[in-house]
């Protein structure tokens, strides 16, 4: 059992470096690293933040902090502790320091965002404090105010970005959400191609291959790719949950599944495969009340 949670804690803090480097480490390696003190604060933390422990999961979290002081996973988590007990000074603090650890990752960027609004503050009045220049977090601070609803302020975002193939695809979910057209905007650049050759059909079917072999290392690789090409796309965000959730990376998993309902639109077959990984990642982080009810959401016979 130890063995099990040492693997999983591992994979959990080191996929971004993974990617990164590209090539494969075992998890034995990483284990070294990392004390039993460590992985127990680590998941009795999480337990905590699940069943709403605030207190008791940022004392945890602080544990981890001062066994690993630069560890940007654990920052995450105290930013996304702290906002949940509402002590937003701390959780920007954290957020900040997280984000300046990883600035493409679109979550702790995202909890930033969220972090600054409880205060009525925004991202420009911390630009000088975070990275930015980096084309990457620009990106994703425009899908994060699209998600929002927060469209103008979107647009402003992609005014900074230039000419792009990104650019010019959010523009026209945006200018399509303006309009209230309730339709998807397929990007301009492939709209017209037989569907054999729509890139995003072909990241779908290698995805259905990978999930039908419950090859969750590669489903993961495949999905996160195709979401840095096509990030308004619920079913890539519903594959790299489930990816995350097969190699037991559950609160990660949440997060990602969370933000497809935010792209979702009238595809009740997808919108019941994102509720059951949902409620398999609550039970597995050992929130049951948040399990039932992404459970009780399912629509039968679909």
Do not use: H
Request: glycine content about 4%; hydrophobic content about 40%; overall charge negative.
């Amino acid at each position: 059992m130890k063995r099990a949670i040492g693997t999983y804690l591992i994979v959990f803090l080191f996929s971004f470096w993974i990617y990164a480097q590209e090539e494969e480490q075992s998890s034995e390696v990483f284990l070294e690293e990392y004390t039993d003190e460590f992985q127990e604060s680590f998941f009795e933390a999480l337990k905590q933040k699940g069943i709403q422990n605030y207190d008791r999961a940022i004392d945890l979290f602080l544990e981890c902090k001062n066994l690993d002081p630069l560890n940007s996973v654990v920052d995450y988590e105290l930013g996304k502790a702290y906002f949940l007990d509402k002590q937003y000074v701390q959780a920007q603090e954290y957020a900040i320091k997280a984000l300046i650890a990883e600035p493409t990752d679109f979550w702790y960027l995202e909890n930033l965002v969220n972090v600054l609004e409880k205060q009525g503050s925004s991202v420009g009045l911390v630009e000088q404090s975070i990275p930015f220049t980096d084309r990457k977090l620009k990106e994703n601070l425009a899908v994060i105010y699209f998600k929002k609803k927060k469209y103008q302020d979107a647009l402003e975002v992609l005014k900074k970005l230039g000419n792009s193939k990104f650019a010019s695809d959010l523009s026209l979910k945006i200018n399509d959400s303006l309009q209230k057209k309730n339709k998807k905007a397929s990007p301009a650049i492939i709209k017209d191609l037989p569907k054999e050759e729509d890139p995003v059909v072909q990241y779908k079917n290698k995805i259905e291959g990978l999930l039908e072999k419950s090859d969750y290392v590669q489903m993961e690789m495949v999905s996160k790719e195709a979401l840095d090409s096509y990030p308004l796309q619920p079913y890539f965000y519903f594959a790299y949950g489930a990816a995350l959730n097969g190699s037991s990376r559950s609160a990660k998993a949440v997060e990602v599944l969370e933000s497809a309902l935010d792209y979702l639109l009238d595809d009740d077959a997808l919108a019941n495969k994102i509720y059951k990984e949902l409620s398999r990642a609550y039970t597995a982080i050992g929130n049951t009340s948040k399990a039932q009810e992404y459970l009780n959401k399912v629509k039968p016979g679909l």
